[in-house]
């Protein structure tokens, strides 16, 4: 059967990714399927990948505290009261120092998730995430990054 004119828009063969070879995570964070980017659909103006939690990380928080020139999107999945995800997000303009850790930062910058949410990062905002307890996994993170909208 010939292959249907639209098929390479249905990706189902994802690329696994370990923790360390996705910019900015850490070993023992992941595996990450990336579903989306340049490298599986040229023409691709975003990067999509998801994260299917088991249990506690062995690279934890999985990201340094980082900025991206775009945006990005991470939606958190699961049964509601059965994890726990912290965030540090600063406002705009904010820098933190390269050797603040989770939990050295001032508290008004941290945020809490433990039932399905969106975090939205602009670009150009600090911010990390820590895993602080997966009780009934799976716990899914779906991120969705908007990494080729700025030239």
């Known amino acids: 059967m010939p292959e249907k004119a639209m098929q390479k828009y249905v990706i189902t063969s ?6 360390g070879a996705v910019p900015r995570h850490v070993q ?11 490298g599986l659909l040229p023409e691709a103006k975003f990067v999509s990948a998801i994260w299917r939690m088991t249990g506690m990380p062995a690279g934890n928080p999985p990201a340094r505290v980082h900025v991206h020139d775009f945006d ?3 939606y958190y999945l699961g049964e509601p009261g059965s994890y726990e995800i912290g965030y540090n997000i600063w406002p705009p303009g904010a820098k933190p120092k390269p050797e603040e850790e989770w939990t050295s930062l001032d508290p008004a910058n941290q945020y809490f998730i433990d039932k399905p949410a969106l975090v939205y990062i602009p670009g150009g905002i600090y911010h990390n995430s820590f895993i602080i307890r997966v009780d009934k996994p799976p716990v899914w993170e779906v991120g969705v990054l908007l990494a080729y909208d700025k030239k």
């Open 14 to 19: 994802p690329l696994a990714m370990p923790g």
């Open 28 to 38: 023992g964070a992941g595996p990450y399927l990336q579903f989306l980017d340049k």
């Open 72 to 74: 990005t999107a991470t």
